[in-house]
């Protein structure tokens, strides 16, 4: 289990778990990114933001917010979730 | 609900949606030209309604904020959770995006948890087919019991169909009391919910499991409103439940909660969508974001395209502004004309000629400029790259404590205030939105463009567009030094964190572009007709009276006033009367600046050749510098 921000370009991971307060966890599940939730990182921004997709949708988050997303490496083959 | 059909034949339908699903598509195409735009109360939040002839009957459509869910979280959330509860609407349709329908469903259960009759509509079906998606609406209507359509509203594609089903909706389970619908939240949880249910015994406004499940995952505003109608120990006793099933969990309520909904739609979605399975591979988009947001090219590449925005907007604009200004100067000559055939008083002429033409004029010279450069930003926001924009820009408002998001409603800023602010309230965080608001005013709106212009027009030929781009810098870096200087003075707190969705690039269609150009266009010469021609009949009157005098001379009104002003402003290099008068005015609307000018010297066309007499390029660049920093606009404030 490892924060997101370890990711690298072109990695699926899968969302283990959210460590934030209400308003974070409000904000994300809402978005589409929860536990279960496959992601793939469009551009891991080095220092800067990041980029991931979830299915279709691009989401651009703040380092702050993805050092609190925990994710787990999925299988590179398996197919990112709709 | 039943009260609502009773008292009018009016069927009312709320309008919901994620961001970025073409809701505004298809209330636009359902309404046609039938709408009317305001504020919701208390905010600065547009409500757009409209209405709609189907089948003999009547329909009224609301639309709400673009929003992900219903929490009391957001102004947008609560404006949208509000209308649901309070106005009951007949029949709510929610317009989805097909190719995102998980997150997008999240929205729909939260709607059917309130006990709204609820239409799906499956937008931008055409790109979900494209992908590979196939959905089977059929069985997504049959487990969530309301009618289900798939529209392309962009292409016109299944209106009618759409229709239908609002219509058809009206007649579903309307004789019960909450529609049938529940997500299975576990059985402990389910035991719990039911007793809260007993508990708060008579309610009117919510349904009663809406309010058990809401209160389980503590929802601020339920619990205030639990806590207004005195239901104090039901509070009481939900959170004593709550903390209990967290200890059973291992985690807080609101994620179980949030997770089983996600578990419920999961399940109905592996029912009812089939997608062919594709090698995943980076798309063009992705392509894209990783040269535009790169670390080192991410903030040249926005610069250079701010400034080919500019260089753009003057080269082209220039152009048409010679037009538009011989136009006046032959309109003013025919009326002189016109007026001395009819033998009309020298006073009559001389205010429809120096007063109103000249001034107007001035100001309309502009448009093309304006125009080109809200065309410039509208490409931009519908292309995708705005987006892009605040995101790179991430890094550089955060050091100035603001995050990414605040940049929107800067750039907005370069088009008019007003409307900048009025976007401020996408920022989630109170404070980042008071601040960013503060700062607003010294981004360049469109009101100071022509000031720049008329100028650098005359002053810089050579390099127009890199004055006028150092001019809009030179803004937004005493933007960020304010923001720096009043941060820690009232707000000591950390900023929220970024959370954003990247729209896909797309070619902005010549249609739509178009339509937010005139929009903002069509706001700056409403401007110009009202608080434009108000300045300028203001200032001509100033300028003819005591009537013995000769017109806009120093012996006048506005001559007394401007020498009265004019010490103020000699530090800055421009001591004379009338750019003090021009600024004076310019308070209530910078466009009146330059019609002032226009007025004060005889018209547009020989500014040119008479204000060199007064400015030097560096005086000239500081009557702009000053024109840029002073107090903003009377209709900002």
Known sequence: MTPLTYVKNGEIVEVIKLTGGKYFVDKLTNIGIYPGTKLRIVSDGEYGPMIIAVGETRIGLGRGMAQKILVRLAESTSEVKQ | MKEAIEKTKIVHIALAGNPNTGKSTIFNALTGAHQHVGNWPGVTVEKKVGDFHYKNKEFEITDLPGTYGLTAYSIDERIARDFLIESKPDVTVIVMDSTNLERNLYLAISVLELGRKIVLDLNMNDIAEH???????????KILNCPV????????????ELKAAILKATTFSSSQKELEFFVDYSEDVEIEISKIEKMLKSESIYPKRFLATRLLEGDPEIVHYLRQTSREFVVEEAMHVGRHLEKNFGYDMETWMIERRYNFIRGLLKESVKREKRSIKLNTSDKIDRVLTNKFLGI????????????ITFSVGGWFANYIDAFFGWFAEVVTAGMDVIQAPMWLISFLTNGLIAGVGTVL????????????IAILEDSGYMARAAFVMDKLMHAIGLHGKSFIPMIIGFGCNVPAIMSTRTLSSEKDRILTILINPFMSCSARLPIYILFTSIFFKSNQGTIVFSLYFLGIAVAILSAKILKPIFFKHETAPLIMELPPYRLPTVKTSLIHTWERASAFLKKAGT???????????LASFPISTEYASQQTLIGHLGMFLAPIFKPAGFGFWQAAVALFFGVIAKETVVGTMGTLFGGESKLATILPQYFAPLSAYSFMIMSLLYIPCIARV
């Open chain 2, 131 to 141: 992908k590979g998606i196939k959905i089977d609406t059929e069985k997504i209507g």
């Open chain 2, 531 to 541: 608080v434009i021609v108000a300045g300028v009949v203001l200032v001509w009157f």
């Open chain 2, 300 to 311: 040249p590449i926005f610069l250079a395209v701010m400034w080919a925005t500019f260089e």
């Open chain 2, 365 to 376: 010279v502009f448009l093309p400029n304006i125009m080109i450069l809200f065309l410039a």
């Open chain 2, 149 to 160: 359509v798939k529209t392309d509203a962009f292409h016109k594609i299944g209106l009618e």
